[in-house]
Antibody
Framework: EVQLVQSGAEVKKSGESLKISCEGS????????IGWVRQMPGKGLEWMGIIYPGDSDTRYSPSFQGQVTFSADKSISTAYLQWNSLRASDTAMYYC????????????WGQGTLVTVSS | QSVLTQPPSASGTPGQRVIISCSGS????????VNWYQQLPGTAPKLLIE???QRPSGVPDRFSGSKSGTSASLAISGLQSEDEADYHCAAWDDSLNGVVFGGGTKLTVL
C-alpha cells in the first residue's frame, strides 16, 4: 500500500526556520517525483514544485522560487520542505504528493502538515 | 486567481446527478490529462479520477470524468450525503511548466 506520512503540526514565530518531512513507503521512493502543495486557510490548492529523490532534481514554481527549499534522502525514503525565515503569510497546510511523472498531477497524498506562524 | 476555473459551489439532493466543470486553456487541459480530487472536511485530497476518465481502484462508479477541448467535467450520479466535500481539478501546464489546480468546488448535499 502506497503511503506518504508527514511530520506533525508546527507552531513557529516569524523569522524562525523550519523543516518538515514526508516519508514514503509501499513503492520505489527513488523513482517517483514528490510534489509539495500549499493550501492556505479556506483556499484552494497551490503547487509549489517537485523533487526527484533519485537524483534530487528539483523544480520550483515561480511563486515559490527562493522562498522554500526542497530536499530528499532516498536512503530513508524521505522528502523535506524547508524555510529559512518564516513569515506569517506562510501559515497554511502543506501536503506532499507523489507524481508518477514530472508532467502528471499527483496521485497519492500525505495527510498534511499544518504550519502556523505568528508575528 | 487559479489557472483552471471551477464554480465555487454546487449542490444537489440525494439520488440526483451533479456535474462540476473545470475550464482551462490549450496549454493545460487542451493538451494534457486532467485529474480530479475529493477533499472531505479536514482531510487531505484523495485521487478520484485520473487521466481524464480513469477511476482508481476503490472509487465508486458513481463518479465519472470527461474532457472536451479545453474543458473537463466531473459527474457524480446517485448523490449521497457522504459526497459532501470540496472537489478540485488539476492538469499539467506546458507554458507554466507546472501543475495547475482549479479553485475548488464545494459540493453541498441538500
Amino acid at each position: 500500500e502506497v503511503q506518504l506520512v508527514q511530520s506533525g503540526a508546527e507552531v513557529k514565530k516569524s523569522g524562525e526556520s523550519l523543516k518538515i518531512s514526508c516519508e514514503g513507503s509501499g513503492y520505489s521512493f527513488s523513482t517517483y517525483w514528490i510534489g509539495w502543495v500549499r493550501q492556505m486557510p479556506g483556499k484552494g490548492l497551490e503547487w509549489m514544485g517537485i523533487i526527484y529523490p533519485g537524483d534530487s532534481d528539483t523544480r520550483y514554481s515561480p511563486s515559490f522560487q527562493g522562498q522554500v527549499t526542497f530536499s530528499a534522502d532516498k536512503s530513508i525514503s524521505t522528502a523535506y520542505l524547508q524555510w529559512n525565515s518564516l513569515r506569517a503569510s506562510d501559515t497554511a497546510m502543506y501536503y506532499c504528493a507523489r507524481q508518477r511523472d514530472r508532467w502528471r498531477p499527483p496521485d497519492y497524498w500525505g495527510q498534511g502538515t499544518l504550519v502556523t506562524v505568528s508575528s | 486567481q487559479s489557472v483552471l476555473t471551477q464554480p465555487p459551489s454546487a449542490s444537489g439532493t440525494p439520488g440526483q446527478r451533479v456535474i462540476i466543470s473545470c475550464s482551462g486553456s490549450s496549454s493545460n487541459i487542451g493538451s494534457e490529462t486532467v485529474n480530479w480530487y475529493q477533499q472531505l472536511p479536514g482531510t487531505a485530497p484523495k485521487l478520484l479520477i485520473e487521466s481524464n476518465n480513469q477511476r482508481p481502484s476503490g472509487v465508486p462508479d458513481r463518479f465519472s470524468g470527461s474532457k472536451s477541448g479545453t474543458s473537463a467535467s466531473l459527474a457524480i450520479s446517485g448523490l449521497q450525503s457522504e459526497d459532501e466535500a470540496d472537489y478540485h481539478c488539476a492538469a499539467w501546464d506546458d507554458s507554466l511548466n507546472g501543475v495547475v489546480f482549479g479553485g475548488g468546488t464545494k459540493l453541498t448535499v441538500l
